[in-house]
């Protein structure tokens, strides 16, 4: 629980009564936990594993919002604000999290004013990278896009070798499309061209990322 970055300031008695009142899950890839407009009864906390967050569009699109990993959260904003989902959460991997009820939730956030800025501090830092999607869908042309969200997967989850970075895929090619903001066919054409300039090679479930030739 330490490695969750909300319980960080907590002492160990403290993380031990969170441990006894939340719920342990573990759910194979896949699975659906909810979906956007379902009514809000559960915090989550990712232990280990991933999640993608993400909204459809009247026509069945999806669009990826967030990805969330080990140690981050999510589940927060329908229990607060008492709407429905915001959006759909997906697991991309094997995962397990924590589950606290509402009322668990509030008064962790009535007794711990740390967790309440955490969690203050997560919503300021969504807002401003969804500012800076809108930005990036805005101002940058679609390769830029590819390039940053490639590169954004590997800061997050990225082995690094020298100036090689190779990063497990989790997502499926759609799925990487939606978080850059591109159609798949301008997808595929980018990944071709940064394969022919050896920044970088696809591999059956990774990618590996050539820093010096994207330097260059
Ligand atoms: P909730 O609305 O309860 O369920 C969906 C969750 O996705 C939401 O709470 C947030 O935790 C998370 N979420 C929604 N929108 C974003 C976003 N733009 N960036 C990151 N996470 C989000």
């Given at each position: 629980?330490?490695?969750?970055?909300?319980?960080q300031?907590?002492?160990?008695?403290?993380?031990?009564?969170?441990l006894r009142?939340?719920?342990?899950?573990?759910?194979?890839?896949?699975t659906?936990?909810?979906r956007e407009?379902?009514?809000?009864?559960?915090?989550?906390?990712?232990?280990e594993?991933?999640?993608?967050?993400?909204?459809k569009?009247?026509?069945?699109?999806?669009?990826v919002?967030?990805?969330v990993a080990?140690?981050?959260?999510?589940?927060?904003?329908?229990?607060?604000d008492g709407r429905?989902?915001?959006?759909?959460?997906?697991?991309?991997?094997?995962?397990?999290?924590?589950e606290?009820s509402?009322e668990?939730?509030m008064?962790?956030?009535?007794n711990?004013?740390?967790?309440?800025?955490?969690?203050?501090?997560?919503?300021?830092?969504?807002?401003?990278?969804?500012?800076?999607?809108?930005?990036?869908l805005?101002?940058?042309?679609?390769?830029t896009?590819?390039?940053?969200?490639?590169?954004?997967?590997?800061?997050r989850?990225g082995?690094?070798d020298?100036?090689?970075?190779?990063v497990r895929?989790?997502l499926?090619?759609?799925?990487?499309a939606?978080?850059?903001?591109v159609?798949?066919?301008?997808?595929?054409?980018?990944?071709?061209?940064?394969e022919?300039?050896?920044?970088?090679q696809?591999?059956?479930n990774?990618?590996?990322l050539?820093l010096q030739?994207?330097?260059?």
């Amino acid at each position: 629980l330490r490695k969750v970055s909300l319980f960080q300031h907590l002492k160990d008695d403290q993380l031990e009564s969170i441990l006894r009142i939340s719920r342990r899950r573990t759910f194979p890839a896949g699975t659906t936990l909810f979906r956007e407009k379902d009514t809000g009864l559960t915090f989550y906390v990712i232990l280990e594993g991933s999640i993608k967050l993400f909204t459809k569009s009247g026509n069945g699109e999806e669009k990826v919002l967030s990805l969330v990993a080990g140690g981050e959260s999510f589940g927060e904003l329908s229990l607060l604000d008492g709407r429905p989902r915001s959006a759909s959460a997906q697991t991309l991997e094997k995962t397990i999290v924590l589950e606290l009820s509402t009322e668990q939730f509030m008064s962790l956030l009535e007794n711990h004013f740390d967790i309440t800025r955490a969690i203050l501090v997560e919503l300021c830092s969504r807002l401003r990278a969804t500012n800076e999607h809108v930005n990036d869908l805005t101002f940058l042309d679609e390769r830029t896009r590819v390039v940053k969200s490639l590169i954004q997967l590997a800061s997050r989850s990225g082995k690094r070798d020298g100036n090689l970075i190779t990063v497990r895929m989790t997502l499926n090619y759609d799925e990487l499309a939606q978080m850059a903001g591109v159609a798949k066919a301008s997808l595929s054409e980018v990944i071709r061209e940064l394969e022919a300039r050896g920044i970088l090679q696809f591999g059956s479930n990774e990618y590996t990322l050539n820093l010096q030739m994207l330097r260059g």
